[in-house]
């Protein structure tokens, strides 16, 4: 992470949500753009299972909703408009959290402009509420399939296990956010990652956004959110069976007996 920064500091790239003063977190970044001054706020979910230290030294600004929009209030009178972004969400689902989206209205509430969200590997919607614009997840801009990629490090730096991860089209797909930051109207563009390019594509009536409704934590809404989550866990293992032919181990102890 420390090299990471260094570059961007190399090339005058600044960056946001980590924060190196214990005192307060949630320190925004805040610039200026075509005399509008701008502040940037990140967060990341505990969901997410985030390393939320480095050394010690320096710590990723850990969500919490009570605390941000404390500081989003007290930000807002000196700058035109706020961004936040999440890092949030459930992996591979086209629909958010119930939780997630109570947070991000309540968020929009308290004065921010622009929300984007990202974790989720899938294009989720993108609505407009009250003043404010909400990207539950944008998907995945630039992700190539991860074969045996070293992961999970020990504190000496060596990986303890390998990670693979096969794109699904869900995968594959993003929706691109273009803002008008004077007047908050906005289009969506349509993404994809083949071949190692990213193609923009045409919408199809395919790409209806899931109908958000005022109230999501329903049981009708959780139910179907799992109901997504485990069709596309087993299509995902289907695709898997196919590239990579393997008898489970319940049947080889069926078959040996």
Known sequence: MNSTLAELDKINVKWFGLESDNERKNNPLTVEFNKSKIAFFAAVCPSTSPLIESDDIVHLSLLNSEDLIRRVSEIRKLVDRVVVYIHWGVEESSYPEAQDISIARKLIEAGVDILVGSHAHAPQPIEKYRNGIIAYNLGNFIMP????????????GIPQNKYDKRLMLWNRISWGLVIDMETLEYKIKKYIFLGNRVIELPFTPFDRFINM??????????????DHINKRESLRKLIDLIYKPHVPQKLKRILWK
Not at 146 to 153: A, E, G, I, L
Not at 217 to 223: A, G, K, L, M, Q
């Open 145 to 156: 399939e991860m074969k045996n990629v070293p992961s999970y490090f020990d504190n000496t």
């Open 213 to 226: 409704k005022q109230i999501a934590s329903d049981y009708s809404y959780e139910s179907e959110a799992r």
